[in-house]
Structures are given as C-alpha cells and as structure tokens.
C-alpha cells in the first residue's frame, strides 16, 4: 500500500484494496469481496444512521467491486443520498457511483434529476461542474429531458465561470448527441457561435466542439463561425510559443484548439470573402511552412503536436480540393513524411495519401512516390502499415502504372498476413481488370492470382474472369492455351480447375489443333483433377464432359464410359448423380444438332457493375470506395470488356446447383433470385432460367409448401441469411419461433422485421403481434437472433401473412419478403371416429360448394399415405395422377385446404 | 469523439475504464478483452495505430501500463497520443511519479482528474495548470471536512 494518499485517504478502502491484491486465487477474491459486500449490506442495512464519512467509504468499496467486474446490486440510494451532502467529497463520490453504475430505475433517476437540479441551482461552480459531469457521463433521454433547456442558459449566461461554461458546452453536446429533438438552439444560436471569440481558450477549446456538431447538423444557421473560425486560428498560428501560457504544448501553441478549428471549417466549403480566404490561405502556409522549420523540441510530443496541426491542415486541404498548390505542397510533405524514421508518421502519410491521390491535382503529384510505398510493402515490419501502403497503391493505380503496381502487389501476396489476403487479392483483381488493355495479361493476373493466393479467391473473382473470357473473343484461345498449361501443374487449386473446367468446356476446340491439347489429352487432364475435387466442382466438370461431347464426337465414348461408371451413376450426392444421368441419356439419345443447341457456347453476359467491386465494398464497409471510383470502374468496365454480372457456372445450362453457384451480382439486387434451388429441377430448367430470374421477385414463397404439413425447418436460405422456423399449434392460437442466422462473417445492420396480413387476412388472424422486443438492429457475423410471434386464427382465412426483412449488408440495403407458413390447416384438431361415422358427416356435406376437387399429377413418388379427417383420396395407378377430394362445412375452407393439399403429393 | 479509455497492465489486468458512450456491460466485457488482446500481442515499436471496428484505436505504454484510447474515424490520431500524454501528466503531476499502484489504491482519484480533463468524450480543458488547480482545490475541500459549501466558493 503506498503511503501517499493525498486528500482524506479513506483507509478502509486502501485496507481493503490491498487485501484483494494479496489474494492467491479468484477464488480467494471472490470470498473476500462476498465478505465485504456483506459487511456492507449489513452497514447499510442496521439500525445505526451511517455518518457521511463511512457512507462514502462503502460507496467506494462498492464501486470499486463493480470495477472488478463484480454485479453490484444495492447501494444506489446510499449514493444518491451522498449526492445531497454539502460535503464535496461525498457528494463527488456519490457523482462517481451514478456515473459508472446508471440504473435505470425510474425512482432512483427522479431523486437523481433532482440532486442535480438543486447543484445546478446552486450556483456554486464546482457543485455545479459535477452535477454537468454526472449528465453528460449518464447522458439518458430522462436527463435530456429535464435538463436540455436550462443548459443552453447556463451556457451563455453572463456570470457564468469560466469552468462551468466549459462544462456546460460538452455537457449539452452530449445530450445534443443522444436526443437532438430536445435541445433546441434557436436563440442561442449566435451567442454559443461568440463563444469563440471568448478570451478564455479553455472555453473555446469545449466550446468548438460543441459548435462543430451543431455545424454539422445545421451548416447554415452556424455559418457565420466561419470567418470567426478562420481569424480564431489565424492568430494562434501566428503567435509565439509563448503566448498562449499553458495553452502551449511542447512549444505549440494550441494544438487541440487549431485542430478543432480546422476540422471545423471542414464542415464548410471555402470561403466565399475573398479577405476571409486570402487569411485562411496564409494560415495554411504558414502551418506548411512551420513542417520544413527546424523542431524547437527533440520530445515527440513537440512533433505529433505539430503534426497533428499539419496533418488536420492537410485535410483541409484535401477537403477544398481547388488550391492546386497547396495539394501539390501537401503531397510533397507527406512525400517527406513516408521515410521518416517514426513509424506513426509513416503510417500517417500513408493514409493520408490515400485521399489526395483521387484528386485530379495531386493524383500525379501522389505517383511520383511509388517507389517508396512499393519499398514499404516490401520492408515495412509492422503489417499495419504495410497494409496502409498497399491501399494507397490502390488508390494511386492508373493505366500508366498499373502493371507495375499490379505485378508487385502479386509478389507481396505470396507473404502477405493471412488477415489481409482476401483484400488484397480482390484489389488485384479489380485493377487487373479496370486497368487491362490487353486481356491475355488480365489472363494471366488472374490465373497467378489463383496460383498464389487460390483460397483466398473467392467466387467473385473467378466468375469475373470466365465473364470476361466469354465476352471476349480475342481473348478466349489464349485463355484455353492458358488454363490447359496452368493445369498441368501436379497441385492446382480447386479454382484453377473450375476455370480450367469452364474455359477448355467452352473453348478447348481453339487449341484442340495442336495434338499436345488433342481433345482426350485436354479431358484426360481435366479428369485427373476430378476426384480430388469437391461436389461442387465435380459437378461443373461434368458439365464441361458434356460439352466435350458436343465440341469433340470423337470423346464421346470415353466420356460415356465415365458417366456411366458406378461412382458416378450411383454416386450417393443427388446432384453429382442427376448431372451423370441427365448427361449420359442427352448424349445418347439426343440428336447432334440438338445437342449442339442445347450445349451452344455460353451467350455474352450482360454489362453490370463489377461484382468484385461490390464485393470490395462491403468487405471495407460503406464509404470506403469512393463513388468515382465506382463510377470510374463502371464506365471503363463497361466499355472494355461488357462485363456481365451473372454467374458463369455451367448451371445455367444445366440443372440447377447448390448454393455455391449462386448467381452473383444478382444477390444484392434481389436475393430471393438466390434461394436454394432444390436439388431436382430438370434440364428443362434451362430454358426457363434463360428468362428473367425468378418471377417471384416481390415474394419468396418457395418454403412456404413445405411447411403445409410440418412446423419445424428451414423456411429461407441464402448466401447471406437462414431463417428457421419452429412453430407450435393448440385450437386457434400459434406461436411461431423464427430464427434468424447471419450465414456470413460480416455483421447486419438496421436488421428490421416486420410481420404484415395482406388484405382482409388482418380481419381473420388476430394480432399476428411481435410478443417479445423487436429483433436487435445488429446481427454479428455467424450469430442467430429469434423472435416469437403469436397467433391467434379468428375465421378461416386463405392468404398468408408475409414477413418483411430488411437490413444492411456491407453497403448494400438487403430486402426480402416471405411468406409466413401459417395455414388454416395448422388450427385444425384432430377427431376420431368410425369409418361409418365418417361416411354419415361425409353424406351430410352434401351441398356442392363444400366439396372441393382436384385432380393433378403426383409431385413425389407415390406411397400409400394415410389422410385423416375428411379426405379421401382416389388414386389412379396407371396415369400416375391423383384426385383428392374433400368436404367441409365451409367451402372456402374446403377451397383453400385443396389448393394446400395437391402441393403436398 | 472519444468513445472510451482503457488502461491496463501488461498481464491484461484493467485498471480503469472510462466509457464516454453508454454500452451494455456484456459489451463492455468484450470490448476490454478486444482491446487487451489486441494491443498485448503488438510487437515492440509498431505504430501507435489500429483500425477496429469503425473505430481507431491509439495506444501507448507507459511503464507497466497500457493506455488505449478509442477515438472516432476522422479524429486525428497524433493528437490522441497527446491527449493519453497529458493525462499521464497530469497523473504525475498529482501523485508525483506516478506509477501502477497509485491508480490501483485511488482509483477515485484518476477517475475525477479524467473528468476534469475530459467530458462527454471531447477536450475540456488541455491546460495542466488549469486541471490542477481544480483538483487541488477540491482536495484542499477534502482536508477539510467540515467545510460547508459557501466557503467552496473561494476556489471556484
């Protein structure tokens, strides 16, 4: 225990600290706080009124448990007592207690909210700070609302100390941050903008702050801070480093102030007075021209003072974007600051850089430093940095030097952290891509891309390139030549085969000439991959067998063979077995010349923005790809390569695929297009894919069917997000469990649902009410959030009701809407009865309209099911068709459970 | 903004937390483990920097303590390292070479020198006299304990 304890030291508390210290174990502690807690409990609980002095000893004791990372339960109305005490030091710890421990206890806040209005009211300063102290670190809609008006007046007030203005300017911004609605500026608007003209910099210092939110939100009503801004910090940079007193760190003066002097003109296009701009202009040279002046101190805390000022100054800069000038010399420093031997500097300059090279000013100003952020990449021992200068290689990436930067940013990636390949491997590619003229070296890029990196190419990327291939025929023999040599090695990645697959399957008849690619050497390579592979690829390749036979008659044995052969004909996947028997039956029965229609080369993609791009984008999260770039990348995209945007797997020629195939691009635009296709879609597929994708865009209803006659499973998957659903039924009430799982590792935000009865369903099903809170905005990546929805059936109803879900994924707004599987069906009760009791009710629904028919064709195999209730059901064995007829009292019950049923055979 | 400090051993042991946003303790608990883990497992002379979240992250070791500030994205980074350097100042100023122990047994003490530096996550007051003069004060308060509140006014 140290000796020194200025002020009163509480010795109990020291005593007790020490005693934590010295315990051996967890177990230990947790013993001696339980000990203490109850000695606690028992002080506040006794008979004897507890003095101020030890209320706040056992104040503190609890607080500091709670800090521990215990649960603390009681003593707030001890502490809230010690807010009452005219002894500022209860009165300070009882201020603390509140601070750190909120509770939301609605009593508690009312006692609360009135101690602070009695310091308020005070006017006494200290008193007075800590009551602001308490609100803005409590900083609750409650607090807002008692205290947003009569801030603003202590603000401004003209006997206001200098300490409580400081206090009471944060103390509103805070409150401003959390319930805007409640404080209302109006007439203080100008006397809180004077506030920076104030001579004491410690107010001016809180006070911009505050300005610089409200600027932010009400740019024109705050305007005027503009001109006072500028000479504000006109006469800070201009002064000695004596000046200012105090407020000179490290022989800079005001540095905090300048900062926020800057950042705040930078919620404000230039200035439009010429006399306030020429003022400003010369603060920033001045700013850049103190960088190249001798350092008045060796302390790092003099530089990163300066710095900061220089750097803030350079956003300004940045910010402007019209002093060619002043970018061109803002580069330059920052060219100075990309070697210097602080790596906090390096860093800096590095990011900042970034942002100057969109400008079209400095853009080649920025790319006269290539070398040194190539030599940073490559020598840089903290990966931070190293992954700041391959961002700004990115961003200073232009025809002109896009091989080069292309070509090393390659070679960092075979040592690149594992945390930040994926990045960098979707940067590649979008360089390669936007910057190629000539297609065989985005060919090539592409195929080392995956030669280097091949698990950290994801689908996007090698969609991109088949996209590319199939759009552009110069480019599509060098490609076959390509793939077929790639292949050759004896380990290649999985997604080396998927493009070798798809390539040499559209195109190996380019190099089929030469008799070192004869059509059998090229499938006899490609089959030496197959077993290797997963399903997903083995079912690509088989497609590509196919169009083998197609391209080249003479395989068309060899091939048969392999289709024919137990391991894939029986082989236990079904799509793997579908794919081996829809292939084999077309090859043999099918025409050459239906052959050659339905197995024709894939048509053009159509022209849409890079998926990769998208896919950039949510990985960096909103904002990080500039909307030029975007643009940029799109109209060059657009107009080299007529890159399409849907997914080139052999899928779309064939029968439908797992998940993996997903069509990309088309996810984010309507992910209901993405719904797991179920397994047993024919080859007839391919000519209803060819149309627009999935008619039932507005709603997803593909899981609804299934639920007819089950209440637990998967009601939607996509890429991004599974929904499961558990429901339970008794008479006429429901409960339905919904499960939501975020599929990827990125979390969702704003996630929304909402529950809706379209039409006159809201008359039928009660309150389909969302019984517990709304689900949690966020959704972290991999985890599952549920809800509970009640029901309560009132009539019989047809429709069902829909869920809408919305949220954010990456940048982009992801919507989709279900139907809720919620069936008259599911409030049915079972009866038993004798068949001649069911034959009598049978004879007594009589009238025609409550008897509904249906004859149709069996979906499923046929097996004798058993139907209770008042079904029967005829079936017909030789037209493999069923009729099904039933009976109900009601008819539009009788109309509906039809409609249901037929699905379900 | 600010959003929160932290201050922690080598061994990852928290010594003070100050959240300038309110977050649910389950956060909280997270975020500290985060944050420990994080900066412990940096190697020697790395920048100061990280990116976590939307958030940077500015830490700096003194002594046997960490400092870990979190500040919002377009916050300037160099700046924060000071902001950390002037409560490690005015830590020292007030116990006189401050070290771990200090913060660990008046713990209450770093929490109102924060406050008087800080507030609501922005700048109150950079001048180092100026926070001492206000914590004086109120320790000369403490001292004398039967003081009632007018003679406050004095310090004010």
Known sequence: ?905 | MMRFLLLFSRQGKLRLQKWFTPISEREKKKIIRDMTSMVLARQPRSCNFLHWKDLKIIYKRYASLYFCLAIENQENELLALEVIHRYVELLDKYFGNVCELDIIFNFEKAYFILDEFLMGGEIQETSKQMVNRSIEASDMLQEDDNSDWYEVELFG
């Open chain 1, 1 to 905: 225990m140290p000796a020194v304890s200025k002020g009163d030291g509480m010795r109990g508390l020291a005593v007790f600290i020490s005693d934590i210290r010295n315990c051996k174990s967890k177990e230990a502690e947790i013993k001696r706080i339980n000990k203490e807690l109850a000695n606690i409990r028992s002080k506040f609980k006794g008979d004897k009124a507890l003095d101020g002095y030890s209320k706040k000893k056992y104040v503190c004791k609890l607080l500091f448990i709670f800090l521990l990372g215990h649960d603390i339960d009681f003593g707030h109305m001890e502490a809230v007592n010690l807010l009452s005490s005219n002894k500022y030091t209860e009165k300070q710890i009882g201020y603390l207690f509140i601070s750190v421990l909120v509770n939301s206890n609605s009593e508690l806040i009312r006692l609360i909210n009135n101690a602070i209005k009695n310091d308020l009211s005070s006017r006494n300063p200290t008193f007075m700070c800590l009551a602001l102290h308490c609100i803005a670190n409590v900083g609750s809609r409650e607090m807002a609302e008692a205290f947003a008006s009569e801030i603003p007046r202590i603000l401004v007030a003209g006997d206001t100390m200098d300490s409580v203005k400081q206090s009471a300017a944060l103390c509103l911004l805070r409150l401003y941050k959390t319930s805007p609605d409640l404080v209302l500026m109006g007439e203080w608007t100008s006397r809180v903008v004077h506030l920076l003209n104030d001579q004491h910099m410690g107010v001016v210092t809180a006070a911009i702050s505050l300005i610089t939110c409200l600027s932010q939100k009400n740019p024109d009503e705050f305007k005027t801070c503009v001109s006072l801004a500028v000479s504000r910090l006109s006469r800070i940079v201009s002064s000695a480093s004596t000046d200012l007193q105090d407020y000179t760190y490290y022989f800079v003066p005001a540095p905090w102030l300048s900062c926020k002097l800057l950042r705040l003109l930078q919620c404000y296009p230039p200035p439009e007075d010429g006399a306030v701009k020429g003022r400003l202009v010369e603060c920033l040279e001045t700013i850049l021209n103190k960088a190249q002046e001798p350092p008045k101190s060796k302390k790092v805390q003099h530089s990163n003072a300066k710095n900061a000022i220089l750097f803030e100054a350079i956003s300004l800069i940045i910010h402007y974007d019209s002093e060619p000038n002043l970018l061109v010399r803002a580069c330059n420093q920052l060219g100075q600051f990309l070697q210097h031997r602080e790596t906090n500097l390096r860093y800096l300059a590095l990011e900042s850089m970034c942002t100057l090279a969109s400008s079209e000013f400095s853009h080649e100003a920025v790319k006269t430093h290539i070398e040194t952020v190539i030599n940073a990449l490559k020598t840089e021992r903290d990966v931070s940095v190293r992954q700041r200068a391959a961002d700004l290689l990115y961003a200073m990436c232009d025809r002109s030097n896009a091989k080069q930067i292309v070509a090393e940013m390659l070679s960092y990636l075979e040592t690149a952290d594992y945390s930040i390949r994926e990045e960098m491997v979707l940067k590649v590619a979008i360089l390669a891509e936007k910057y190629a003229v000539d297609y065989s070296w985005y060919v090539d890029t592409i195929l080392n891309l995956i030669r280097i990196a091949g698990d950290y190419v994801s689908e996007e990327v090698w969609y991109r390139v088949i996209q590319i291939v199939i759009n552009r025929d110069d480019v599509q023999g060098y490609a076959a030549k390509t793939v077929f040599e790639a292949l050759q090695a004896p380990a290649c990645h999985e997604n080396m085969v998927k493009v070798g697959g798809y390539i040499l399957g559209e195109f190996g008849n380019l190099i089929a000439g030469d008799p070192r690619s004869s059509p059998l050497v090229q499938f006899n390579l490609l089959h030496s991959k197959f077993h290797l592979c997963s399903v997903p690829t083995r079912a690509l390749l088989l497609s590509a067998y196919i169009k083998f036979i197609n391209l080249f008659p003479e395989t068309k044995a060899t091939i048969q063979e392999v289709l024919r052969c137990d391991s894939q004909i029986r082989n236990s996947d079904v799509e793997l077995q579908q794919r081996a028997v829809e292939y084999l039956k077309l090859s043999s029965i099918a025409s050459t010349d239906v052959l050659a229609t339905v197995l024709e080369e894939m048509p053009p993609f159509p022209e849409r923005e890079s998926s990769i791009l998208a896919k950039l984008k949510k990985k960096k999260g909103p904002g990080a790809v500039s909307v030029t770039e975007l643009e940029d990348s799109k109209r060059e995209g657009g107009e080299l390569n007529g890159g399409g945007d849907r997914g080139p797997d052999t899928a779309a020629m064939a029968s439908t695929p797992s998940p993996s195939a997903d069509l990309l691009g088309i996810r984010s635009a309507a992910p209901v297009g993405a719904a797991p296709a179920s397994a047993g879609s024919l080859l007839v597929d391919v000519f209803s894919e060819a149309g627009p994708i999935a008619p039932s865009a507005a709603v997803n209803d593909d899981g609804f069917l299934r639920f007819v006659c089950k209440n637990n499973g998967v009601l939607f998957e996509n890429q991004l997000l599974q929904i499961g659903i558990k429901s339970e039924y008794r008479q006429n009430l429901g409960r339905m469990y919904l499960f939501y799982g975020n599929k990827t590792s990125v979390q969702f935000a704003s996630f929304t649902t909402t529950v809706s009865c379209p039409g006159e369903l809201q008359s039928h099903i009660l309150s389909m009410h969302l019984c517990t809170k709304p689900v949690e905005p966020l959704v972290e990546g991999g985890a599952q959030i549920q809800q509970v929805l009640n029901i309560e059936c009132l009539t019989d109803f047809s429709d069902a009701p829909l869920l809408n879900i919305k949220f954010r994924y990456g940048g982009a707004l992801q919507n989709l809407t279900l139907k809720l599987p919620v069936t008259i069906n599911k409030f049915f009760q079972p009866t038993e009865m004798t068949s001649s009791d069911f034959f009598q009710r049978w004879k007594q629904l009589s009238q025609p309209q409550q008897e509904a028919q249906k004859i149709f064709k069996a979906n499923h195999s046929m097996d004798t099911e058993v139907l209770k209730a008042k079904v029967r059901q005829n079936v017909t064995p030789h037209s493999i068709m069923y009729r099904l007829t039933l009976r109900c009292s009601k008819d539009s019950v009788s109309r509906r459970l039809c409609e249901l049923l037929a699905e379900q055979f």
